[in-house]
Every structure is written in structure tokens, then in C-alpha cells.
């Protein structure tokens, strides 16, 4: 096999891995830090997505408008998230899990029908943006600058957040909470606000990787029951809660499935669920979780 | 509380009891479509398209002196819910025939529930070919749609005269309509160039969110040209990941897709971004860029923007305003509206269309031909259309 081929076959395994990541990132965030599985996640991205176009049609139908719009979408749905956490969350941590997955659950099909009442059912589409829309060789292979730009992207809100979380004082509250939310209430910390941020935070990233999805993928209905299988599987390989688990997690994911299909070319699927087969039989708690 | 539970009761009390005695002036249709999740795109339009069909019929005076009655329900392209609809429309609804459902997994299922209850069963869609084939074949399912080989042979026939292609590769949503679609088409194309060799078969899951790896993997193999399954939502995500890729410089837009992508509803979507210059099919063309349209097919797309109150209609309405048309024409012809009667009027019988004609063979298979040609950019339209569409494969006269 050329050495070309390979590579852009890396590339489009990375292309994936890092739309993946997005996504996943604020699943991971919530679920370390909260402990809740939040069904609702991919409903948000869907929600980023759709918010993005909307934002395009009103900003700048035909192009430069898409920064705007995606910065728009993530900030609306990151206003969804503190309204959903405030109202209704709130009273569901600590009980059983049985009690999130069922209002998450609840959650994903009310936002579908929202989306499909507000949007209808039509497919729709947001042009690239004319900067990123070229392309460049690389190795003798094309690459296309848009995706890229989100694999600088992808690594980036790794780093921010790795940042964030390590090495702030905000972040050393989140670790708190994460370890004795209790305690730290008792120490006076404000653990509903430090909630509610984490939340909002989580949100935005589902908007924001909604919104950005946009010039490669189509919108519609149903595209938030899809990514929500593929975003828990990274979870899961990389660990649940563990942030850079979560990065690596997608980071494999995207290369498994790449070349897998090189190899097994009749089952797109078997690589990537053996891979996560293997992965919670040898190490339940993920590649970078810590044993629960 | 008590108050509620006395309410509830009520309700369900009231829902048990069996509606009185069936309005003997009307025939009732039982329609499950999926009117959400991904392929609602689909479903919405088809359902419009039948609707007028029976406000047409009605406000000509009906059938055999009934109105028709259209009794939809959101089938949400689930197999198990598409059943549990189709028995609960005939035990609780007393549906006089049912039609609808909208893809291959569906369509089979409802059969079954048809071929036990003994009612006429029309499918618009499915072109899952087992579903007329023994054993699945009984008296009372009919399909209008096309089928995976119908459409095999019309892609095979357009490929077979690129003489200069000797390298085909094939990519397929991953289930039984993509396995069949690449696999019907193969088995033609072999016959008609024996020389071209199958080079390389991706099969992305169906709602695949990034085919990236499967277009690079393609790409690898350098195949000269490509039969493409992939439709709705998954071809305008694969087109936005491929035409940066280099795809369809790669393989000089000689890209054919069956499944559709040529109605206006996917040009819509994609916009300018549609890849100009690929060939591709749809049931009805909407827009005819050519000559050739039906004198029939103008009043139909007037009547249909004005009905769906949109500016340009939609390319599968007319699936199911003709799953429609052939049931009432079956009931014309039976005299009757007894299942039986109508199955047995229904075999062989020719009905009317508004892009012609359209037959049911022994099998109870119409072989709808469909639209095909070259996507291409007219100043009139924002969206691609179909240059001189012609209809493939070639109807042969009966």
C-alpha cells in the first residue's frame, strides 16, 4: 500500500476522532464530575446544530456568518443547559441512576419533537466557510483545511481543559466536588454553582460541536440518537470522567474504525465494538478511568 | 387524585368500547409512514402525496359512491412498530386496506400482518425485492415503487456505456437495501461488461455521521467510477466530506446513485454544494429540465405545490399519491371492497399515474422504471436538477 494512501487514511481516522471527541468531551465532563449519564447530550449537539444554521440564515446566508452562528448555537445551547440544570437536574443528583437515565431519556424525545416542530423535517445545510473551504496536498494526499482546523481544535479544548481543571482554582473546586461533594459543601464552597457551571460548560461543547459539524454533515432529525452511541463508546474506552481518556479514547476510536475497514471492509462496525468488547473485559473502568 | 383515576377510567372505558357500527360510506385506508426520526424527511412528503390523492378522489365523488378515509400513523421506520400500527388500524380501527411504510425493514413486516388478516397491502417504497418474492409473496401485497434488481439493471445500463471505465467500486449503506442495491447492480453490470472489474465495496452504517476513512479508503483503490447507494441525510453528509477529499475530481463525477438523490428535495439540501455532473434517479423529477414531461405530470406538480404549500413540491409525494391511486383504481375494477376481490382485480391491472402508466405483473410488481440522468446547475432553479430526464429501464410495451 502507497504511503500516501496510509496517511490520509491517519487523516480521516483523526478527522473522526476529533468531531468525536467534541462531542464526547462534555459527556465525559458531566458524567466524571456529576456522575450523571446525560442521554440528553447528543439532543444538545443536535440543538447546536440546528441553532448554527438558524444562525447563518439570520447573520449571513452565504458564508463569513458561520463564526457568528456557531458561537451563537453554542451559547444558546449553553443557555438551555443552565436552565435544564437549574430546573430540573438539581433534584435528581444522588438518587438512582434509573431516575437520570429516564429523565434524560425523556429529555432526548422532547427536544427531538422541539427540534422537529421548530425546524420541521427537512434536511438541511450550512456551506463551509470560504476560508477553510480549499484544501491542500500533504504527503501527495488532499486534505481539506476544514477538517484540519478541527483536528487543531479537538486538542486545544483538551489542553484548555486539562488547564482548567489541573492547574485553576476553579478547577481544584470541580475536583472537590468530584471527590466529596458533601465536604466540600460543608466548607462553605458553593458545589450548586460549581454544578450548574460544569453543566452550562458541558452544554456549550455540545452546541459548539453541533454548530461545527455543520459544513461536513447534514442536519436532521434524529442525528442526536446516532452520535450519542458513538460518543459513549468513547467514553468508555477512554475511561468514564477522565478528560485526556476521553481525547485518547476518540483518538482510537477514529484510527480502529479507519483501518479497520481496510481490513474487514464487509463490517465498518466489528472493529471499533470488538475494540470496546476487549476493553471492558481486561479494564471495566476504561483505558484511563480509575478502577471504581 | 380520586378525581383522575375516575377520569382515567373513563378514558380507558371509552377506548375499549368498540367505536358503533362502521360508516358504510367510507373506505378506510390505514397508512403507517414514519413522520419522525431521520427518514420522517421521507415520510412527510409520501404521506402528502396520499392525502391528495384521497381529496382528489373524494371531491370527484369518491369510490364506488364511498369516500376514502386516510387513517396515517408515525410508523418511526420501525419494523415492530409498523406491525403493532397495522394490527391495532385493522382490529381497532377496522381499516378496509392498508398502504404505506417506507422502508425495507417495514414493509415485510406489514406484509405479514396483511397476508394474516387477508387485506390488500400497497407499499410505496420498499424496493427490498423479497418482499413480492416466494415465500413472502401472498395475494394481497403490491408494490408500486421499484426494486433493488429494476434499479440494478437502469444503473447498470448507464454504467455500461462509459466505455473507458474498466474499475467500479460500490458504496452502500450497511443493511439489506444497500447489501442488495451493490449486489443486483453487480450481477447486471457483469452481463453487460463482463471486462469491468469490481475494484473496491464500502458499506458505511446507515445514518453514518463521518465517511471520511470509507472516501479515503475508496479513493485507494482508484476505481474509475462509482455506483453509490447512500441517500437522504447520509448522501449530503458523504457529499460534504467527499468533495474536499477530491472525490469526485478522482472519478470524474462518474458517480451513479439509485436510491433517489435526484429528487429536489436532496438538491434542496445540498444547495450549490451538490456534485454537479454525478447521474442520478427520482420517481418524479419535479422539475423537469427537458422536454419530455407528461402533460399530466404539469397539472400534478401545480396541484401538488399548491396542496403542500410549498413553492416547489417534493419528488416523493407522487409514491404515495400513486400507492393511492392504484388501490382506488383496484376497488374501481372490483366493484367491490372486499380484499379479495380488490387482490385479484389488482393482478395485471393497468392504472394511471402522472408519469404514465404503470402495471402489476404476476408477481405483483408495477417494475417502476424511474428518472435518470445528469445533475446539473440551471440559472432558473438554486439547486441541481435532472437534465432530460429519462425513464430507466426502458418500459417495455405490455
Known amino acids: ?292 | 387524585m380520586r378525581l383522575q383515576h375516575c377520569l382515567g377510567l373513563a378514558l380507558a372505558v371509552a377506548a375499549s368500547v368498540p367505536l358503533a357500527a362502521r360508516a358504510d360510506d367510507t373506505i378506510k385506508i390505514g397508512f403507517p409512514i414514519p413522520l419522525s426520526g431521520p427518514t420522517a424527511v421521507y415520510g412527510e412528503p409520501i404521506l402528502k402525496g396520499a392525502q391528495m390523492a384521497v381529496q382528489e378522489i373524494n371531491a370527484a365523488g369518491g369510490v364506488l359512491g364511498k369516500k376514502l378515509e386516510l387513517l396515517p400513523r408515525d410508523s418511526k421506520a420501525n419494523a415492530d412498530e409498523a406491525v403493532r400500527l397495522a394490527r391495532e388500524l385493522i382490529i381497532k380501527d377496522s381499516v378496509d386496506f392498508l398502504a404505506g411504510t417506507l422502508t425495507s425493514a417495514e414493509a415485510p413486516a406489514v406484509s405479514t400482518v396483511a397476508k394474516e388478516n387477508k387485506i390488500v397491502f400497497v407499499a410505496p417504497t420498499a424496493k427490498l425485492t423479497q418482499l413480492t418474492l416466494p415465500p413472502q409473496l401472498h395475494p394481497y401485497v403490491f408494490r408500486v415503487s421499484s426494486n433493488t434488481a429494476v434499479e440494478g439493471q437502469a444503473g447498470a445500463s448507464l454504467m455500461a456505456k462509459f466505455t473507458d471505465v474498466k474499475t467500479v467500486a460500490t458504496i452502500a449503506p450497511d443493511y439489506a437495501y444497500g447489501r442488495d442495491s451493490a449486489a443486483d447492480f453487480i450481477t447486471a453490470l457483469k452481463k453487460l461488461r463482463p471486462d469491468i472489474t469490481i475494484v473496491d465495496q464500502e458499506w458505511p452504517k446507515l445514518g453514518e455521521a463521518d465517511f471520511t476513512p470509507f472516501i479515503n479508503a475508496q479513493m485507494g483503490k482508484k476505481p474509475d467510477a462509482v455506483y453509490c447507494s447512500l441517500f437522504a441525510g447520509d448522501f449530503v453528509t458523504f457529499t460534504k466530506e467527499a468533495t474536499p477529499l477530491g472525490y469526485f475530481k478522482a472519478i470524474n463525477n462518474r458517480l451513479l446513485d439509485p436510491a433517489e438523490v435526484g429528487t429536489i428535495d436532496e438538491a434542496q439540501a445540498l444547495g450549490d454544494q451538490y456534485p454537479y455532473g454525478i447521474i442520478a434517479d427520482a420517481y418524479d423529477p419535479v422539475v423537469w429540465g427537458g422536454a419530455n414531461e407528461p402533460a399530466e405530470h404539469k397539472t400534478f406538480v401545480k396541484d401538488l405545490q399548491t396542496f403542500m404549500k410549498s413553492q416547489y413540491g417534493s419528488g416523493w409525494a407522487i409514491v404515495g399519491y400513486e400507492a393511492i391511486e392504484a388501490l382506488s383504481q383496484g376497488i374501481k375494477k372490483a366493484g367491490s371492497t372486499k380484499s379479495d376481490d380488490v387482490a385479484k382485480a389488482m393482478v395485471g391491472m393497468t392504472f394511471d399515474t402522472p408519469v404514465g402508466k404503470r402495471t402489476f405483473n404476476a408477481d405483483h410488481e408495477t417494475l417502476s422504471p424511474e428518472y435518470w440522468g445528469t445533475m446539473v446547475k440551471e440559472a432558473a432553479y438554486p439547486f441541481a436538477i435532472i437534465k432530460d430526464p429519462q425513464l430507466l429501464p426502458a418500459p417495455t410495451t405490455n
Open chain 1, 1 to 292: 500500500m502507497a504511503p500516501s494512501f496510509l496517511f490520509s487514511q491517519f487523516m480521516g481516522g483523526l478527522t473522526t476522532a476529533m468531531f468525536l471527541f467534541l462531542i464526547a468531551s462534555g459527556l465525559s465532563l458531566v458524567f466524571g464530575i456529576m456522575r450523571v449519564i446525560n442521554f440528553a447530550h447528543g439532543s444538545f449537539y443536535m440543538l447546536g446544530a440546528y441553532l448554527a444554521w438558524q444562525g447563518v440564515q439570520w447573520f449571513h446566508p452565504t458564508g463569513p456568518g458561520f463564526w457568528a452562528a456557531s458561537l451563537f448555537a453554542a451559547c444558546g445551547v449553553g443557555v438551555l443547559g443552565a436552565v435544564v440544570e437549574r430546573l430540573f437536574f438539581r433534584s435528581l443528583y444522588g438518587r438512582e441512576e434509573l431516575y437520570q437515565l429516564l429523565f434524560t431519556y425523556a429529555l432526548v424525545l422532547i427536544l427531538g419533537d422541539a427540534a422537529k416542530f421548530l425546524w420541521g423535517t427537512d434536511q438541511l445545510s450550512v456551506s463551509t466557510p470560504p476560508v477553510l473551504a480549499g484544501s491542500v496536498q500533504i504527503f501527495g494526499s488532499t486534505q481539506p483545511l476544514y477538517n484540519l482546523f478541527i483536528m487543531a481544535i479537538g486538542p486545544l479544548i483538551a489542553f484548555l481543559g486539562w488547564l482548567v481543571l489541573n492547574r485553576s482554582g476553579v478547577g481544584r473546586m470541580v475536583r472537590a466536588a468530584q471527590m466529596d461533594r458533601e465536604m466540600l459543601d460543608a466548607l462553605g464552597a458553593n458545589v450548586g454553582t460549581i454544578y450548574t457551571g460544569m453543566f452550562v460548560f458541558s452544554s456549550f461543547l455540545a452546541g459548539l460541536s453541533g454548530a461545527l459539524v455543520t459544513p461536513i454533515q447534514s442536519i436532521v432529525p434524529g442525528m442526536d440518537v446516532l452520535i450519542i452511541v458513538q460518543a459513549f463508546i468513547v467514553v468508555v474506552i477512554g475511561g468514564m470522567g477522565s478528560f485526556w481518556g476521553t481525547f485518547w479514547g476518540s483518538v482510537i476510536y477514529g484510527e480502529v474504525l479507519s483501518f479497520g475497514i481496510l481490513i474487514f471492509p464487509g463490517f465498518s462496525l466489528f472493529s471499533v465494538f470488538a475494540l470496546m468488547a476487549v476493553i471492558l473485559i481486561v479494564r471495566p473502568w476504561g483505558l484511563f478511568g480509575r478502577p471504581l
